[in-house]
């Protein structure tokens, strides 16, 4: 289980590495902020799906790769796979999803599929990616 993590984690900061960052590169910043309230987890998620990919675009590209992630044989390599896979989509797409967000998605916009997927991976969760 240990090395399954460490090869997940190496994939998914390789994956997202290569996809490089839209962000502000000024690095300028204001500790102003820093002392307000931070966000559940319900809400960050919710957030996230908001301001992201749609489910249905996202559930039309977890179907499309389905087949072939299932392929794959392994837990491991079936979520190295999905891990890239995820990283090459969310590319072309607004904002990148967390996990708990994809998950929110995925439950409604494509249960079955997200099921399958998870189960290729042997997740139990798409914030098992992070």
Do not use: N, W
Request: with cysteine.
């Amino acid at each position: 289980m240990s090395l399954r993590r460490v090869v997940v984690c190496l994939v998914a900061v390789v994956a997202l590495g290569s996809a490089g960052c839209s962000g502000s590169a000024s690095g300028r910043g204001s500790d102003v902020g820093a002392a307000e309230a931070k966000p559940t987890v319900a809400t960050q998620a919710a957030a996230a799906a908001e301001g992201s990919a749609g489910g249905e675009e996202v559930c039309a590209h977890l179907s499309k790769e389905l087949p072939r992630i299932e392929a794959v044989g392994s837990e491991v390599g079936a979520m190295a796979q999905l891990t890239m896979s995820l990283a090459g989509f969310y590319e072309t797409h607004d904002k990148v999803a967390d996990g708990s967000a994809l998950d929110a998605q995925t439950e409604k916009a494509c249960p079955k599929v997200r099921a399958a997927m998870l189960k290729a991976a042997g997740m139990k969760s798409f914030a098992d990616l992070g």
